[in-house]
């Protein structure tokens, strides 16, 4: 027999004071009279007990925990925060998304890997540690974005041209190269000044947005100035997308593409997929769906 509503506890790993982790608590609150916003930073896993504890709360003894952001910032730390959620997985706690399946796209790598695979359409990439490599990737490219391994909001990310002087681009590679480890490099396309971000919930298709850019980025980021509007992309599109986040079992994401010349192109699944540009942009309030998405899978579980 399932619970009732007033004895769940459902926790909200996220950043505490952050306008998206806030108000996916407060829709759970809404539902269940509990609140409790992990700071995973300040998480302690006892592997001997074993335990998991935040604060006074024990986290194997919660319901379910969905995760909105593990942190400000991408890096490999990321993954061993994933890790501890996976520990507390194991306990028989609920965890929205599967933290294995997170850890598959918080790497760069590893989601354009998966999306390869899957022969979803994706922006020309090398990828490779050796510098005259990489230098040859510029050259074939024309126009390139380098994307560190881990990050967000298009941090870290250069654009680099063939039409460098030699010696000036392999400095600037090698430059790069010192800070990132490694070559993720990209061919610079054309965009109509906007691309899409698709949102799913459960695996059903919920509705897009589009992020237009400022005209003086060249990305479309909020974090560089763009702005969120309603967008209704083609059938074709949708099941792009569709069909991109079927290679993750997550239970909320936006998958990040656009119109080109030579027809869409799929840049990322989101590892956590934000509500604001569904807010902004559609008028969803996507929070409240996801908090009713989380109750349903633990009446039909419990």
């Known amino acids: 027999m399932s619970k009732p509503l007033s004895e769940l506890k459902i926790g909200v790993v996220g950043i505490p004071g952050k306008w998206s982790t806030e108000v996916l608590a407060d829709e759970i609150e ?64 609920q965890i929205f998304s599967n933290p294995a399946e997170i850890i598959r796209l918080v790497d760069r790598m590893s989601c354009t890997v998966s ?44 654009v680099l041209s063939s039409k460098t002087p030699e010696k000036k681009l392999k400095q600037q590679l090698r430059d790069y190269f010192a800070i990132h480890k490694f070559f993720y490099i990209q061919k610079k ?14 695996g059903e298709y919920k509705g897009a947005y589009a992020r237009i850019g400022n005209g003086e980025s060249w990305n479309t980021t909020i974090h560089s100035g763009g702005k969120y509007a309603k ?42 997929g934000g509500f604001k540009g569904a807010q902004d942009g559609l008028g969803l309030n996507m929070a409240a769906q996801y908090a009713d998405y989380v109750i349903r899978q633990l009446q039909l579980t419990n």
């Open 30 to 93: 809404a539902r269940t009279g509990f609140r409790c916003v992990i700071d995973i930073e300040d998480v302690v896993a006892d592997l001997s007990v074993p335990e998991v504890r935040y604060k006074e709360h024990t986290l194997c003894q919660f319901d379910a925990i969905i995760i909105k952001k593990i942190s400000q910032t991408y890096s490999p730390m990321v993954l061993d925060r994933l890790e501890i959620l996976r520990f507390v997985e194991c306990c028989g706690v």
């Open 115 to 158: 999306l390869a695979k899957a022969k979803i359409p994706m922006p020309e990439t090398t990828i490779t540690e050796d510098l005259d490599a990489a230098f040859q990737a510029v050259h074939k490219f024309g126009e390139v974005i380098l994307k560190p391994l881990f990050s967000t909001k298009a941090r870290g990310m250069e």
């Open 189 to 202: 396309l054309n965009l109509p000044g906007h691309d899409m971000g698709l949102i799913f919930l459960g």
């Open 231 to 272: 967008v209704n992309p083609s059938d074709e599109i949708i099941e792009i997308a569709r069909k991109a986040q079927d290679q993750f079992n997550l239970s909320y994401t936006t998958v990040d593409i656009a119109e080109t010349d030579q027809g869409p192109v799929c840049f990322e699944v989101s590892a956590f």
